[in-house]
């Protein structure tokens, strides 16, 4: 029983098991049906609307297809954006064509939204006809759900696109600041470009300078210019040839240069170039495509002409040192023409017997009423020029008198010369400087300098070192004559005058000086035009400010004055004891540390302060060095200086210059003629 009952029980329970496992199994069909089937529907329904096609719902609107749910739906669909917002988006679209997603997060919209009537906009209020119109007016190109889902809350609010809005106003302003700024810089750097080229070019006699007038066509020369690049070319790819040992190559391109250096010769303007010149250029073009071809290199070809223009530009300065040394010797040297005049004039004045030597008109040397002139030279020709230009130009010759004075070798050619050839109706007086025994080395400190052995050793042995041009130019041979150093011992020289025209033999008088003795020098001593610029021709350029007695003393920026034009009041002189002020000077720069050698520098600094300045057209200076003087200016001055190393009577005179120079020497003199002078 108890096991019969065992079973039944058994069963009975299995049959329970099997009747309820059936049940749960259908209950979990139907739940995992409705777990799945639920988040479908949910999201069919919620995309039901963005996923519709927009087309087909127009259609279903205008055919009044939808039930009222739908349209109740419709009536509260608010649109995503505000009307204020898409004018935002509008007008930055328009201005600034298609947006980017990237731009949609800072202040735009998607470029696949392209809004074409800002009016239609669908808010709560609108009817289904109102949305079907507004539907059309804009067509999305990607997922709506994605854009709203993704990007909704980024739209900015209007204040944070109004302040973009200024922050972008005022970078654009900074920008055209900054632009106009940049170009105000250019022009300034373009103009002092400019100003420092002419300065360049007008420094150094023939120096090459783009701004010049020649080289204002680009077109002028082109074929020399073609020849030489060719030229260059070749020489850079014979070398990467040898280099990389086409020896083939490097003979061609070798041979061919050759016959291009012989087609253009010495030619310097395509007129003076040979006909062939048209094949060697051809012909050197071909080679050289065929050197590119074979060759080219750019690491290699610009090594190779950066080492050309470095090697070219070390030899301009070597050059450039040759020509000035040259030119310091040229401007030291006589020519032979004027050495052969003074010896000739020399032989003669001393044949002469001793009543003949002398001038006339004695009395008028002392008379404080006359014009006197102050000339110290031991050239000939050029003291002649000065004394005739101003006899020929002066409104009342009777009343000038001229004080020569020359050294030894050159008093008897001196007075010769004017005893053959006086100046009309003034008055000439020619004298020995080494015949003035109180000009001794005890009383003059220069002198006892130029006697020392350092000077000696300086200028006379042949091993020291010569450092650079300007070493050179003090080593002059002026800067050793007294002739040279006379002009700060004029009361002594002439003791009874009270105001004398100090002038060198460089210079050419063109009009009547008498007016400058009327000129109220408000009791200075010298009257001078003064040279300075803008920023050269001051004290500091010639004296050492390093030193404390110049640094104490002077001002740095102080104007210069130029000699050749003095006019000097004697008695002032005399009251300011000038000459002892440049004995003191001279004393202490025993050693040279106050300035080199040479008569301005002391000459600045004894009359510091005691210059009045001259009218410009008095005086233009320049004629020996400077090839850009106006020639207006040279016209109506006074006096020109032919100051600098081009002299008029030296060959490397400038040519421009010459005449107003050469128009006061008498050619058809026996001995001018004699001497080849002409």
């Not at 030193?547 to 000699?563: L, Q, S, V």
Request: aromatic share 10%.
């Amino acid at each position: 029983m108890a096991t019969t009952a065992f079973k039944r029980g058994n069963s009975m329970t299995g049959g329970r098991r099997n009747s309820g496992g059936s049940g749960s199994w259908m209950s979990i069909v139907v739940i995992m049906l409705l777990l799945v089937l639920a988040p479908v529907g949910y999201f069919f329904g919620s995309g039901m609307y963005t996923s519709i096609d927009v087309n087909d719902l127009s259609t279903s609107i205008s055919k009044q297809d939808v039930d009222w749910r739908a349209k109740l739906a419709f009536q509260h669909i608010r649109s995503p954006f505000s009307k204020r917002v898409i004018d935002v988006i509008k007008a930055s679209t328009d201005d600034l064509g298609p947006l980017s997603l990237d731009s949609f997060r800072k202040n735009n919209l998607s470029a696949s939204w392209k809004f074409t009537e800002q009016d239609h906009v669908i808010n709560s209020t609108s009817s289904p006809a109102e949305i079907t119109e507004g539907t059309r007016k804009w067509t999305p190109t990607g997922k709506l759900e994605k854009i709203l889902d993704g990007h909704s809350q980024s739209v900015d609010t209007l204040e944070k696109l109004a302040r973009r809005k200024l922050r972008d106003k005022r970078r654009e302003n900074r920008a055209a600041d900054l632009v106009k700024n940049d170009n105000n810089v250019i022009i300034k750097l373009e103009n002092a470009a400019i100003e420092r080229s002419k300065s360049v070019d007008s420094a150094v006699l023939g120096k090459y300078s783009i701004w010049r007038k020649e080289n204002d066509n680009e077109n002028i020369d082109t074929t020399i210019r073609l020849v030489r690049d060719q030229m260059i070319m070749a020489r850079v790819y014979m070398s990467i040839a040898t280099m990389k040992n086409k020896t083939q190559l490097a003979h061609e391109l070798q041979s061919q240069l050759k016959e291009s250096q012989r087609a253009l010769g010495d030619a310097t303007a395509d007129a003076d170039l040979n006909h062939s010149v048209a094949e060697k250029i051809k012909a050197m073009g071909q080679l050289l495509s065929k050197a590119k071809e074979q060759l080219y290199d750019c690491k290699l070809v610009t090594g190779k002409l950066r080492a050309m223009l470095q090697s070219a530009d070390e030899q301009v300065r070597s050059l450039k040192k040759q020509s000035m040394f040259l030119s310091q010797i040229a401007a030291k040297t006589i020519p032979n023409g004027i050495h052969c005049l003074s010896l000739r004039l020399t032989i003669d004045y001393y044949l002469l017997p001793l009543e003949k030597r002398v001038f006339p008109r004695r009395e008028n040397l002392e008379n404080p009423d006359l014009y006197h002139y102050a000339l110290f030279s031991d050239n000939v020709l050029a003291a002649s020029v000065v004394v005739n230009s101003t006899i020929k130009n002066a409104k009342e010759p009777e009343k000038h008198v001229f004080h020569l004075v020359s050294d030894k070798l050159n008093f008897g050619a001196m007075n010769m010369w004017f005893l053959l050839n006086p100046p009309g109706k003034a008055t000439i007086h020619v004298e020995n400087v080494d015949e003035f025994k109180w000009l001794n080395s005890s009383y003059c400190p220069v002198l006892r300098q130029l006697e020392s052995a350092a000077m000696k050793e300086y200028y006379f042995k042949s091993d020291h070192q010569t450092t650079g041009s300007s070493n050179l130019k003090y080593r002059n041979p002026k800067y050793l004559s007294m002739l040279n150093h006379l002009r700060f011992y004029l009361p002594q020289v002439y003791p009874k005058l009270n105001k004398i025209l100090f002038l060198d033999d460089d210079i050419v008088v063109q009009k009547d000086l008498t007016g400058l003795w009327k000129v109220d020098l408000n009791g200075k001593v010298n009257g001078a035009v003064e040279t300075c610029g803008e920023s050269f021709h001051r004290f500091d350029k010639y004296l050492n400010f390093s030193n404390p007695h110049i640094a104490r003393n002077f001002d740095p920026n102080a104007c210069g004055w130029a000699y050749g034009m003095n006019m000097f009041d004697l008695d002032v002189w005399k009251k300011k004891d000038i000459t002892g002020i440049y004995h003191k000077w001279q004393n202490m720069n025993e050693d040279w540390v106050l300035w080199k050698l040479g008569t301005l520098p002391p000459g600045l600094m004894t009359f510091y302060g005691l210059t009045h300045p001259l009218d410009k057209s008095w005086h233009v200076l320049g004629l020996g060095y400077n090839p850009s003087i106006d020639k207006r200016d040279i016209e109506k001055a006074a006096v020109i200086h032919y100051n600098g190393n081009m002299k008029p009577w030296l060959e490397l005179a400038m040519t421009k210059y010459r005449s107003y120079w050469v128009k006061y020497i008498k050619f058809d003199h026996p001995y001018v003629r004699g001497c080849k002078l002409g």
